[in-house]
């Protein structure tokens, strides 16, 4: 066994770094097992990176440019000179990571559904393989010619849904976020629906040779498994689905540990039919990852009704703490970012938080029949990253129509997290989404986190929901009341910054078989609506349209069980169109997880129309990681405007920026090719009502 063990290690070393000493991989998804976000290479540093110019773009294809649906997210990889992809339709592409010139770009028809974060590369000799999601498929390609490995699985791939399903599931199942490889496994996470129908969030591992399933951890437990009892009624996974790792992972090969936070518990926003804690929903689970037993596991979140998940994969370190005999002591860690806006972090062993954690009592006033927890967990240390109230002191001095904002607050449940739903507005702050979102964070051998965030505000509300009788007819428009409304409002107009767009004039836009489709496939944010029978589909789309003012009833097979639903993730914004809350909108935050004292803050992103007034930059809302380098830079895109910076890590002051061809809505790697270094950015845009790209594009030095 210890041949073996030398042997494995041996390949993970010959995959992580060239036999050019100049050449230096960007091997993972955020750059490494650790999700660091880190590379050590100095080339670009403080003196010369005002000097960088671009090197190469390549146009991915896909885009929509007409409305600006797409995005790209990914994170590339660089192995050895090549540079692997996802394109804005999902296709994965291998380019000369030198150059930029196409290799290779797969032609999928069966990948719908969700944005891919990226792929997974895995090598034995000459068997290298590019693994990666697309619809329900985890696929296995030729890391060479971009071919299908007909050994893995059925034809190439896997059908993830395989599994997973319960009585009364859905069909979406999408792993958008690279997966983890641990010596001949890959462990698997996926994205699921959030309503009532999702399918059950099991962690999977598998042969990454043949695609057989190797081992399974139940997130929601079987009755014979620790933490069912925090599940009631009985049977949970016969009614329920959800607490699924849609974030990403990561891994300690060494000891072989891998970290899977975990999603919220489907429905999102009640919980009366799962009363209890609800393990393993909202937790950092420690895994052994060659049998997938549980070492250990910490709840962020009790009976989440907030959706309030962790929104990234934990970033691995190494921080200095005084031991109990008062000496400083080397202590490896795993920190998770909240979309709440805290840091836990974690000794990676032990699983004992390296600060305190107070449980800490909340409101428990709710609809009736939910059952809150009494409690939260909140760090001690270190201090939030983000505001954590929004009252009426919060809001924007300047806002355009201050005074009706101040009454509407005024009627709304507000000022401090964990507020139930109710019918009355709630707000939450930070939003739904972050706080800190899906793109992580960076850390560096110096034990400092660096944090992109949000501050904006969001509100929402429980309504009781239309309940038709099994096998009752009802309408399109009933319909679209249940099954749509929550996202894409009861009027049919989106919301604000275009995440859930307007239905209204559909037809100007597309054609009953292009909406047939997406009802079908799920296509972005949208999960599919497979399960529900092709004359509810029907009749939904031909209420979109218009076709008469009442649509054909039709039997509704599947009604739902639950009395609530809630009014939509809503951003709120002044009638100009920013924030109601006082900036900062975005930030950019450093920690130093030795201490657990904030080093500094600053504003991520601007509107040039406001600084262009003398307002300070606000910051922006944003999505995707930062990099950090050897040479004390940190790179970020992330913000709304659509820049590219170059900050100093010490102080967080931008030492270099370029305007994108779209915004780069995703993480930046870096790479050296015949000793010349590169940092490459996806410029996807299409979130924020930013137009839609496809171009990657690489910087270097001249």
């Known amino acids: 066994m210890r041949y073996l063990f030398i042997a494995a290690s041996l390949l993970f070393i010959t995959t992580r770094f060239t036999t050019n000493p100049s050449d230096t991989n960007w091997v993972e998804y955020n750059g490494d097992g650790a999700r660091s976000h880190y590379s050590s290479l100095t080339q670009i540093d403080a003196s010369t990176v005002h000097q960088l110019k671009v090197a190469w773009t390549y146009a991915s294809g896909g885009a929509d440019t007409v409305g600006n649906r797409t995005q790209m997210q990914c994170n590339p990889i660089v192995i050895d000179g090549i540079l692997y992809g996802v394109s804005a339709n999902t296709q994965v592409f291998a380019l000369d990571a030198a150059t930029g010139q196409e290799i290779w770009q797969t032609s999928l028809t069966d990948n719908g559904g969700t944005t891919s974060r990226g792929v997974t590369y895995w090598a034995d000799g000459q068997d290298k393989r590019i693994l990666f999601g697309a619809g329900k498929w985890l696929y296995a390609v030729n890391a060479e010619t971009g071919k299908p490995i ?314 009781r929901k239309e309940q038709p009788a099994k096998n009752a007819s009802v309408t399109g428009a009933q319909l679209y009341s249940l099954r749509c409304s929550s996202c894409h409002g009861t009027d049919r107009k989106g919301n604000h910054d275009g995440s859930y767009p307007s239905l209204l004039g559909l037809a100007a836009r597309l054609s009953t078989d292009a909406v047939q489709q997406v009802l079908l496939k799920g296509r972005g944010m949208m999960p599919s609506f497979s399960h529900l029978p092709e004359a509810e589909r029907k009749a939904i789309v031909d209420f979109l349209f218009n076709k008469g003012t009442t649509s054909q009833p039709v039997s509704s097979a599947q009604n739902g069980g639950l009395p609530y639903q809630h009014t939509g993730y809503n951003r709120w914004y002044d009638s100009k169109g920013y924030p109601v809350s006082a900036p900062p909108w975005g930030t950019l935050t450093a920690i130093d997880l030795n201490t657990g004292e904030h080093r500094w803050q600053v504003p991520l992103g601007e509107y040039k129309e406001l600084t262009a007034k003398g307002i300070p930059p606000t910051g922006t809302d944003n999505y995707g990681g930062p990099l950090v380098t050897g040479s004390g830079l940190l790179f970020i895109a992330a913000s709304k405007d659509e820049q590219f910076r170059a900050m100093d890590k010490k102080t967080g002051k931008i030492l270099w920026q370029v305007q994108l061809p779209a915004a780069g809505y995703a993480s930046p790697s870096t790479y050296s090719v015949g000793g010349k270094q590169y940092v490459v950015i996806a410029c996807g845009g299409g979130k924020l009502n930013t137009k839609s790209g496809d171009k990657y594009v690489a910087f270097a030095l001249p």
């Open 150 to 463: 007909d050994s893995f699985g059925k034809a190439g791939r896997i059908d993830l849904k395989e599994g997973i399903e319960r009585p009364g599931g859905d069909n979406y199942v999408q792993p958008n976020t690279p997966n983890t490889i641990y010596k001949n496994l890959i462990i698997v996470g996926a994205r699921l629906s959030e309503g009532e129908t999702a399918l059950l969030g099991d962690v999977r591992a598998y042969d990454v040779r043949t695609g057989r399933k190797i081992w399974t951890f139940h997130t929601i437990p079987q009755p014979s498994e620790f933490g069912y009892d925090t599940w009631a009624p009985a049977n949970p996974r016969q009614r329920l689905g959800g607490a699924n790792a849609w974030a990403g992972m990561a891994i300690d090969r060494q000891r072989g540990i891998v970290y899977i936070p975990t999603g919220s518990a489907a429905y999102d926003f009640y919980g009366g039919n799962r009363k209890g804690n609800n393990l393993f929903a909202n937790c950092l689970l420690a895994l052994d990852a060659t049998t997938g037993k549980r070492l250990w596991h910490f709840q962020f979140v009790h009976h989440d009704i907030w959706d309030r998940d962790p929104p990234a994969p934990p970033s691995l370190l190494t921080v200095t703490q005084k031991g109990p005999d008062g000496r400083p002591r080397r202590i490896d860690a795993v920190a998770q970012t909240t979309k709440q806006g805290h840091v836990f972090v974690f000794d990676r062993v032990s699983g004992k938080p390296l600060f305190s954690v107070a449980e800490t009592a909340f409101s428990g006033d709710a609809v009736m029949g939910e059952q809150t927890s009494r409690t939260q967990p909140i760090p001690q240390k270190p201090a939030p990253f983000t505001k954590q109230t929004f009252t009426e002191k919060d809001i924007n001095s300047w806002a355009s129509n201050r005074d009706e904002i101040v009454a509407t607050l005024r009627k709304a449940r507000t000022g401090s997290p964990y507020i139930p739903l109710t019918s009355d507005m709630t707000i939450f702050f930070p939003g739904t989404d972050g706080g800190a979102q899906w793109g992580g964070s960076a850390v560096d051998p110096e034990g400092i986190i660096y944090i992109p965030a949000k501050q904006n505000p969001c509100f929402s509300t429980l309504v």
